[in-house]
């Protein structure tokens, strides 16, 4: 049976970084598959279940896995941090711009939700569709972080954004069904947890 690839996965590019590349000062190519499971976990939370757009990242700023060219663009700054850029077009006929400085990944759904959420609002008043790109690049920077700066996250989405720690082998096996069933290991993490509380109350 084909397995279906989510097209957030299927889009995305990331550079060797660490540990093959000398010149890398974080995380890229191994860290991408985690990083692309929380945004699509956000995508679902804030109600953009089908959107999908092109990420990609890098280790450093030489841009090997061109995130220039990213709708959503991660580059290496500093240990565990990426400058984010947004704004290209998902054809690579328009440059992204720099938008955040110095984002460590452990706040990545902070950065993102009220983008995500702005998008939804505006996707929402549309005729045409617009991808999430040219979204970016419509509204600009300064609507973008007046948005961010005012939004406040409801306690739901607050909550959602906790993590939880599995062992090595577990997460390989969770990934390794996941890939095969074609659904987000959130999903199952969330199922599975929830089937043994309710098989112990
Ligand atoms: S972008 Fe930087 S870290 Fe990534 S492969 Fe190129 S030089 Fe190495």
Redo the contacts with the bound molecule.
Sequence with gaps: METAIDPLVRYSM?????P???????E?ERAMPGILDRIRALLDRVGLEQEHFVTRM????????R?YLAELGF??QSPSSYQIWLGADPHQTRLAQPYLDNLHIDNLEAALEPLFVYFKQEKQERVEPESFGDFCDRVGFDALRRFAAAYQPTPAKVRGKYRVGVRDEVYDRLKKHATEKGVHMSEISSKAIEAYLNSIE
């Design positions: 990331a550079c060797p970084a660490l093959t590349c000398g010149l890398a000062v974080t890229s890098t280790g450093c700023p030489n841009g090997c896995a995130p580059v290496g």
